[in-house]
């Protein structure tokens, strides 16, 4: 079992910058691919940024560029760094965790074990 607790939400202006983070329960993190989600309200829960076990990244179209996904395997810690934000970047962000999870489902929510509570994110203008 993993638990997993994002941190680092808040309100920010739009333009701005903000990094939240995701720590994970268990001493097997590293064998872990792990993947960002949002949903804002009234809408599908979509995907923002994978890291695999293994360390290759994947982003959404539209976070490429803006947006950076990192772990640290000593802190069991996942994150996602944003910046540019826009108002449409505002979504509660969940993380989730899949044992050894690969290419091509890491963008898929389905595939992905565990979830954490989320942490909101808002965007103003």
């Known amino acids: 079992q993993v638990q997993l607790v994002e941190s680092g939400g808040g309100l920010v202006q739009a333009g701005g910058s903000m990094t939240l983070s995701c720590v994970a329960s268990?001493?097997?993190?590293?064998?872990?691919?792990m993947g960002w989600f949002r949903q804002a309200p009234g809408k599908e829960r979509e995907f923002v940024a994978a890291i695999s076990w293994n360390r290759s990244t994947y982003y959404a179209d539209s976070m490429k560029g803006r947006f950076a996904i990192s772990r640290d395997n000593a802190k069991n810690t996942v994150y996602l760094q944003m910046s540019s934000l826009k108002l449409e970047d505002t979504a509660l962000y969940y993380c989730?965790?899949?044992?050894?999870?690969?290419?091509?489902?890491?963008?898929?929510?389905?595939?992905?074990?565990?979830w954490g509570q989320g942490t909101q994110v808002t965007v103003s203008s």
């Open positions: 268990g001493r097997t993190f590293g064998s872990y691919s």
């Open positions: 989730a965790a899949s044992y050894r999870l690969q290419q091509p489902v890491l963008s898929d929510g389905n595939a992905y074990d565990y």
